[in-house]
C-alpha cells in the first residue's frame, strides 16, 4: 500500500497497534455504543499519522526549493564577483592607456 511506503516505521507499527487493538475491543465488547468511541479513537490516530505524513513531504518539497534558491544565490554571487573583477581590469587598462 501507498500509505506505508510514505509512513516511517513508527507510523505504521502505531496504525496496526490500533487496528488489533480496535479489533480485541470489538469482539470483547461487541457491537455497543462503545464502538463509536473506539472508532473515533482510530480515526484519530489515523488522522494525526497522516498529517505527520503531508507534512513531511511538505518539508522535502521546501528544503528542495531552498536548495534550489541556494543554488540560484551562490551562482549569481559567482557572477557578480567575475563581473566585478572584470571591470576592475577594463578600468585598470583604460587608466594605463591615458598615461601612455
Do not use: C, Y
Not at 505504521?12 to 488489533?20: A, D, M, Q, R, W
Not at 480485541?24 to 494525526?48: D, H, P, R, Y
Not at 551562490?74 to 587598462?93: C, L
Amino acid at each position: 500500500m501507498k500509505v506505508f511506503k510514505s509512513t516511517d516505521p513508527w507510523s505504521v507499527v502505531v496504525i496496526l497497534l490500533t487496528i488489533g487493538l480496535f479489533g480485541m475491543s470489538l469482539a470483547v465488547k461487541g457491537i455497543t455504543q462503545e464502538l463509536f468511541l473506539e472508532s473515533g479513537v482510530f480515526l484519530v490516530s489515523v488522522k494525526l499519522i497522516l498529517m505527520a505524513g503531508k507534512n513531511a513531504a511538505t518539508e522535502q518539497r521546501l528544503e528542495l526549493h531552498l536548495m534550489q534558491i541556494k543554488q540560484l544565490l551562490s551562482s549569481n554571487i559567482a557572477q557578480i564577483a567575475q563581473d566585478k573583477t572584470s571591470a576592475t581590469e577594463t578600468v585598470r587598462q583604460s587608466m594605463e592607456e591615458r598615461k601612455s
